[in-house]
T-cell receptor, first 115, second 116 residues
């Protein structure tokens, strides 16, 4: 079975703090893909990143960085120097090569960045 | 814009009514997905089309839910005899790829369905 767990339901930080959103996954597929999506108050899911199971290199994009560790089945997301505009619900998602393309989402982490 | 569009954005239905939700995917995208998002939860898969073929409908919660994509473009999700538990946001997503799971899915703004 495939499963994604985001244990942090809500996180509140003050602007300019760094914050890490945790994601742990379970899958039996040997080839799989991990995603992070952002859902701002407007409701539309915005794609942030995709990693495949063969590529454990960490990735940095501006203030965003991702740490993928197969040994712990985790794909954590860090925002450096958070800003108020980062306030949103963030979802981690999993897709396995044998699952027909559908995404399995975690419960989401609601991030609130206060000025 | 050339993104995924959905209509209506909001729908209020009385229990027992039938509703139809429309999705216009990005032009040329072969794959189309429907998800259901309950309040405070992550989206949950309902069904998947590759062109006009419905390849997976394992997530449809009951036989009251029906989806179609007759010409491989626009899709409609129909819910018959709506129940209060059907209240949720219905999200449509499209992608350029097939069933490998490696392709980014682009999401529409969703239709918020409220059943009274």
């Amino acid at each position: 079975a495939q499963k994604v767990t985001q244990a942090q339901t809500e996180i509140s930080v003050v602007e300019k703090e760094d914050v890490t959103l945790d994601c742990v996954y379970e899958t039996r597929d040997t080839t799989y893909y991990l995603f992070w999506y952002k859902q701002p108050p407007s409701g539309e899911l915005v794609f942030l990143i995709r990693r495949n199971s063969f590529d454990e290199q960490n990735e940095i994009s501006g203030r965003y960085s991702w740490n993928f560790q197969k040994s712990t089945s985790s794909f954590n997301f860090t925002i450096t120097a958070s800003q108020v505009v980062d306030s949103a619900v963030y979802f981690c998602a999993l897709s396995g090569i044998n699952q027909g393309g559908k995404l399995i989402f975690g419960q989401g982490t609601e991030l609130s960045v206060k000025p | 814009g050339a993104g995924v569009s959905q209509s209506p954005r909001y729908k209020v239905a009385k229990r027992g009514q039938d509703v139809a939700l429309r999705c216009d995917p990005i032009s040329g995208h072969v794959s189309l997905f429907w998800y259901q998002q309950a309040l405070g939860q992550g989206p949950e898969f309902l069904t998947y089309f590759q062109n006009e073929a419905q390849l997976d409908k394992s997530g449809l919660p009951s036989d009251r839910f029906f989806a179609e994509r007759p010409e491989g473009s626009v899709s409609t999700l129909k819910i018959q005899r709506t129940q209060q538990e059907d209240s949720a946001v219905y999200l449509c997503a499209s992608s350029s790829g097939g069933t490998s799971g490696s392709y980014e899915q682009f999401f529409g703004p969703g239709t918020r369905l409220t059943v009274l």
